[in-house]
């Protein structure tokens, strides 16, 4: 998992992709003094900085009230009602999180339990705040059961831009609220599916951050 790491692991490829080129075109302006490199130079600076802002990956602490479910990503919310298909198979509350790109994309674990079942689906890629995206688009999703017996689901989303789920819990692990659990690149959004009778701690147009922000609380 991405613990203690300043970055998240997954974007240790394109931060260093970036800076060595950066590095090359620094190399280049120099040794041919060369003010037409300039352009490029700045360009591939800003890139460099934006790549290592958007895959930082910062310490949260959740709140003391242990019953609290907590936000999985950073962002903003865009839906946040009672629905009759979920995939816990009966009608739950939903909140949806849309990240954009200036958002962290590492997420995080809504409350403690363990993973009961995964799903993961190929799918499109409508841009992540349409409402078809919680069923036709790219996504990978957890069944997390309390130690009470309780229910909910969170969802990954790929969004318009984004190509790349990544998830690192598994049926049967046993998730602590808080933990780092997965990462989206490059805009997207997670779902969350709690039972009927949790009343929601958001409402849309509501921002959230990952591992803090509470959603509601189990009874």
């Known amino acids: 998992m991405n613990n203690s790491t300043p970055f998240a692991r997954e974007g240790y490829p394109f931060i ?48 003391g009230d242990e019953r609290t479910v907590v936000a999985p990503a950073d962002g903003v919310v865009i839906v946040a009602e009672r629905v009759p298909d979920t995939p816990l198979g009966t009608p739950a509350i939903k909140i949806s999180i849309f990240m954009s790109v200036f958002n962290v994309h590492v997420n995080r674990v809504p409350f403690d339990g363990r993973v009961v079942d995964s799903f993961y689906h190929r799918g499109r890629f409508f841009d992540a705040r349409d409402g078809r995206a919680s069923f036709e688009n790219e996504r990978s999703g957890l069944i997390l059961e309390t130690g009470g017996g ?11 831009i984004a190509r790349r789920i990544v998830c690192y819990a598994r049926t049967g692990d046993l998730l602590k609220r808080g933990d780092r659990y997965g990462l989206i690149r490059f805009g997207s959004r997670v779902d969350v599916y709690l039972p009927v009778d949790v009343k929601p701690l958001v409402k849309v147009g509501d921002a959230t951050v990952a591992g803090e922000t509470v959603l509601g609380r189990l009874g």
């Open 150 to 160: 309780v229910r909910l689901a969170f969802v990954q989303i790929a969004g318009l």
């Open 16 to 63: 260093f992709s970036s800076a060595g080129l950066t590095l090359l075109l620094v190399l280049a302006a120099w040794k041919l003094c060369s003010l037409v490199l300039a352009v490029p130079v700045v360009l591939s600076c800003v890139l460099t900085l934006f790549i290592l802002y958007f895959f930082r990956n910062p310490e949260r602490t959740p709140p």
